[in-house]
């Protein structure tokens, strides 16, 4: 696949909904998500478009090792 569009127009009509976040935003949280997880601390804006957009419901700390280590175990065969 060469390219992929988002259309949210179907879910506006139908259901009223308007996305919270923007494409660039989401791409900065899994970034700064990604480089903390290494053990880096992000330059990027992540954890604070996350604050400012959804307030503390999110789950920022662990949420990505514990994708990475479900996905360590599927290869090992765990």
Known sequence: MEFLLADTSKAHRALEWEPRIKFSELVR???DA???EIGVTP???GR?????KFGDW???TGS???CLEAAAGSALGD
Not at 48 to 52: D, F, G, H, T, Y
């Open 29 to 31: 949280i899994m970034v």
């Open 34 to 36: 990604d480089v903390e």
């Open 43 to 45: 330059k990027g804006a």
């Open 48 to 52: 604070a478009i996350l604050e400012e």
């Open 58 to 60: 999110h789950q920022w």
């Open 64 to 66: 990505v090792s514990k």
